[in-house]
């Protein structure tokens, strides 16, 4: 039996709880850090770190420096895009992105959706199979073995190809 003790650090309480099983779902990087940019110290402007967003902060009308391409950047700069005057992007590395390899890899139909607000527990029965799949490949490709290795060339074979075809199809250019 696990006893667990959560603070609620906005408001200084203790929460506490017994379970029988504990699942950890804070994401690996749930503890804020900025990289080590010469002469940060000096930055006179708003830091903000999505893993501890600051709402406060006004960006509307300001140029905003985003370091990373990450998901978090994935998910950022559609979202302030309208809101600011301009966006810098700061990118050590492209990001590698699989492609879907759910059972509905394509846009669902009308019909689908509608199924999916009529009867919500199908779409989360999809949404987990979706997760489990996903999860079932993560170690695989995360793990150093000889085997996994061996097996990296594959896999960005076949990333590339479905990203070309689908690139293709809707007109886009793939930049390395």
Sequence with gaps: MWQVEVMDTTKGTIFRDKCHVLIHACGYLNKPAFPNIPGRNRFKGSMVHTGEW??????????????????????????????????????????????TISSAA???????????????????????????VVNSIYRKVQTASRGNIALMPCIQRFTLQVLSYRLISKRCALVP
Excluded: C
């Design 54 to 99: 600051d709402n406060s902060v006004q960006l509307e009308a300001k140029t905003v420096a985003l370091v990373g391409s990450g998901s978090s950047a994935l998910q950022v700069l559609p979202a302030i895009q309208s809101l600011v005057k301009r966006v810098v992007n700061f990118v050590r590395s492209p990001i590698w992105i699989l492609p």
């Design 106 to 132: 394509n846009d669902f139909t009308k019909e689908q959706i509608r199924t999916f607000r009529a009867f919500p527990d199908k779409h989360m029965a999809l949404r987990k199979y979706n997760e489990t």
